[in-house]
């Protein structure tokens, strides 16, 4: 049924389906709906993504699906839209533990975000816009640029590269709007990425935002469950390649460092082209060699698809994960479990210190040979640049 009307069906195993779409239908200055808050993903190539309820995805279909090619444009779909919120990154973001996504109580579904100016170095578009939707925005992209051209290319898409090309002028933010973004935005923020420390979210929402340097504190403060039991690296906000990348960057730092994994790690490939990918460069390889367990290419625990098996279903527990959401019972279904969100690679060093307490900025773990050693920052030239 679907081939014959034209419509893309991709079977279970095919990837989460944010990702396939990055990887094959987003394109810069294109519109999209869809029935997930985390559509606007696609935001990271330049698209205009909103997610949508089902009944306005019905509305869409119907008015501009398979044999209404000739309709006009309702514009009240798009027109949700009505503030506009301009973010600047002050500098280049070369190496570090990367931060995950903190709310702003300011923010609300009718903020509509584009980011402008400078470069965000190897930080991924696609998950900052998959984090919008946390804090309440309806859409968020990134202006046309050379890495999504590479990206384009890479995903077998040089056509619409070339395309994107010879528009680009109209994909990107204009000189007078880099000049002086608020007579364009209706509110301005400037965040310098070098000062910027990792974040971890939880538990039980992703408001619950604490920089790594004041997370010992607030474990200890209200009691959380210190021993960190799983480790959770997937999801639509934190699956591709370039997430993988990090990860295993520390990764293979066990081995290198003769060092133990104190907790189990459980790894979520975004799509089967990325973990195919993965596998080829040895990534795949890496966490197994940790002993982490590759799931299916799927959403996985981020929507319960997780049958965890535990001593005692009412003990309470600690699990940190690279998903954009942990509310009570959402993983594992269990109320009691301590649902924490950071960046793949602050998960995998908490992972391998099986202590929530750990900072890996500044703290040292012992090895195998009884020596103190520190885990690497991941590097800017060592992880993929698109």
């Given at each position: 049924m679907s081939s014959r009307f034209g419509i893309g069906f991709w079977k279970p195993g095919a990837g989460i389906i944010h990702q396939v779409v990055l990887e094959n239908y987003a394109f810069p200055g294109g519109m999209m709906v869809g029935t997930d808050s985390h559509t606007p993903n696609a935001g990271g190539l330049g698209m205009v993504a909103i997610g949508?309820?089902?009944?306005?995805?019905?509305?869409?279909?119907?008015?501009?699906?398979?044999?209404?090619?000739?309709?006009e444009i309702d514009r009240s779909t798009f027109e949700r839209c009505v503030e506009r919120m301009g973010f600047s990154e002050r500098c280049h973001f070369k190496t570090g533990w990367n931060s995950d996504c903190e709310r702003g109580d300011e923010c609300h579904y009718r903020i509509f975000w584009r980011r402008y100016g400078f470069t965000l170095g190897y930080l991924s578009k696609a998950t900052i816009c998959n984090m919008g939707a946390e804090v309440g925005a309806t859409t968020s992209l990134f202006p046309y640029d050379e890495r999504m051209k590479v990206y384009l290319e890479a995903t077998g898409r040089k056509e619409v590269a070339a395309m994107a090309d010879a528009v680009s002028a109209d994909l990107q933010a204009d000189a007078e709007v880099v000049a002086d973004p608020s007579a364009y935005y209706d509110r301005v923020i400037e965040i310098d990425l070098s000062e910027l420390e990792p974040y971890i979210n939880g538990p039980f929402t992703p408001d619950a935002a604490t920089p790594i340097s004041e997370f010992a504190e607030k474990v200890l403060a209200h009691g959380y469950p210190r021993k960190m039991e799983v480790g959770l690296i997937g999801s639509c906000t934190n699956s591709s390649y370039q997430d993988l990348s990090r990860a295993a960057s520390i990764a293979r730092q066990v081995d290198e460092k003769q060092l133990s994994v104190a907790a189990p790690l459980i790894v979520n490939p975004g799509s089967e082209q990325i973990r195919a990918t993965?596998?080829?460069?040895?990534?795949?390889?890496?966490?197994?060699?940790?002993?982490?367990?590759?799931?299916?290419?799927?959403?996985?625990?981020?929507?319960?698809?997780?049958?965890?098996?535990?001593?005692?279903?009412?003990?309470?527990?600690?699990?940190?994960?690279?998903?954009?959401?942990?509310?009570?019972?959402?993983?594992?279904?269990?109320?009691?479990?301590?649902?924490?969100?950071?960046?793949?690679?602050?998960?995998?060093?908490?992972?391998?210190?099986?202590?929530?307490?750990?900072?890996?900025?500044?703290?040292?773990?012992?090895?195998?040979?009884?020596?103190?050693?520190?885990?690497?920052?991941?590097?800017?030239?060592?992880?993929?640049?698109?």
């Open positions: 949508v309820g089902g009944a306005d995805a019905v509305d869409v279909m119907t008015r501009y699906g398979v044999g209404a090619e000739n309709a993965a596998e080829r460069d040895g990534m795949i390889d890496a966490f197994l060699k940790i002993g982490a367990t590759i799931m299916a290419n799927a959403c996985g625990p981020c929507i319960g698809q997780w049958k965890r098996h535990t001593d005692d279903p009412l003990r309470k527990n600690s699990i940190v994960t690279s998903f954009n959401r942990n509310f009570a019972k959402r993983a594992d279904g269990n109320p009691n479990t301590h649902a924490f969100v950071a960046s793949p690679e602050v998960v995998l060093a908490l992972t391998i210190a099986g202590d929530l307490c750990f900072n890996p900025l500044k703290d040292a773990l012992i090895n195998q040979e009884g020596e103190k050693v520190k885990l690497r920052v991941p590097e800017g030239d060592e992880l993929p640049s698109t």
